[in-house]
């Protein structure tokens, strides 16, 4: 069966220090991979995307980059962490057949102070 | 472009009552569609999918939901209320198969009164 994990589960980070947030996918090959962020009190906006290795499409200009070295990873970047990206970070995976359907990772809670 | 509306950002039944969570959906082709549920500080579990077979889509844990063309709706129900379906649920469309984007509306609160 297939799994997705997210790391770190939690992060305080300081306004203007890097970030990395990973995402990985077992069990598939060749998964579409999302990386939303939902604000508190909001809906889910959608970051990224990708539909294969290298291939990052963009949703929302911002602070935030994306990166997909391998198959199964999927990363959320920044280089100077803004007040404004605290939220909670949900990675999620569809199958290469059926697209449409989404499965998502536990999140990742992020506080910038 | 698709889009969702969630009616209620809040919602509260007591225990034991029926659940009704609403969902109207706007597409120009027919749509797939989505309930997903969430607990707090949790990723999103996928309760039920509707992709054009029958209207009537039954999902875990007792939830159900109808596809009305008519209506343009897809309203969650679940005939008795558990303390354990308090949580954020979550309407999506996606406006055709093989699109790999789902446009997400803004969640409902249920909260179960005991």
């Known amino acids: 069966s297939q799994t997705i994990h997210q790391w770190p589960a939690t992060l305080v980070q300081p306004v203007g220090s890097p970030l990395s947030l990973e995402c990985t996918v077992e069990g598939t090959s060749n998964p579409n991979l999302y990386w939303y962020r939902q604000a508190a009190g909001r809906g889910l906006q959608l970051l990224f995307y990708?539909?294969?290795?290298?291939?990052i499409s963009s949703e929302v200009p911002q602070n935030l980059s994306a990166s997909r070295p391998q198959d199964r990873q999927f990363i959320l970047s920044s280089k100077k962490l803004l007040l404004s990206d605290s939220g909670f970070y949900l990675c999620a995976w569809s199958p290469e057949l059926l697209p449409e359907t989404q499965y998502f990772g536990p999140g990742t809670r992020l506080l910038v102070l | 472009a698709q889009s969702v509306t969630q009616l209620g950002s809040h919602v509260s039944v007591s225990e034991g009552a029926l659940v009704l969570l609403r969902c109207n959906y706007s597409?120009?082709?027919?749509?797939?569609l989505f309930w997903y549920v969430q607990y707090p500080n949790q990723g999103l579990q996928l309760l039920l999918k509707?992709?054009?077979?029958?209207?009537l889509v039954k999902g875990i844990n007792g939830f159900e939901a109808e596809f009305k063309k008519s209506e343009t709706s897809f309203h969650l129900t679940k005939p008795s209320a558990h303390m354990s379906d308090a949580a954020e649920y979550f309407c999506?469309?996606?406006?055709?198969?093989?699109?790999?984007?789902?446009?997400f509306g803004t969640g409902t609160r249920l909260t179960i009164i005991p």
């Open positions: 990708s539909v294969g290795i290298g291939q």
């Open positions: 999506a469309v996606s406006d055709h198969f093989g699109n790999e984007k789902l446009t």
């Open positions: 597409s120009s082709v027919p749509p797939y």
């Open positions: 509707y992709t054009s077979a029958a209207t």
